[in-house]
């Protein structure tokens, strides 16, 4: 991952409104959610939701399908994997420590 990529990625997540929403449609898993139910969930006004999608989307995190006459969002899992991926895998390349590749759930010691 680009150096660029990761810091777009990371300023998209930086919004607390958008990080909720991006965390909301990865708890969704695969089938996604409904632009209506993260209206809902948010408790945002639909402008402000296309708002915040669009930065997610441009970022690479999350896209868009049309279900019949719902639209709905999904989480990018590929993009996701690579972002975090890119944060721990240089943990502690220069200093002798315990690293987060050490322990099988990806969480600290």
Known sequence: MKLE??????????NPLRLELYRA?????EDGLACGTLQDKL????????????????????????QGTTLVCHAV????????GYLVDECCQDAKCHTLKSNPQGRAA
């Not at 449609?25 to 898993?29: D, F, K, P, T, Y």
């Open 5 to 14: 990529i990761a810091a777009q990625q990371l300023a998209s997540l930086g």
């Open 25 to 29: 449609l990865v708890r969704a898993g």
């Open 43 to 66: 408790g945002i006004a639909a402008s402000t939701l296309s708002h915040h999608i669009r930065h997610l989307m441009e970022a690479g995190l999350i896209r868009q399908e049309r």
């Open 77 to 84: 899992y590929p993009a996701m994997q690579s972002l975090v």
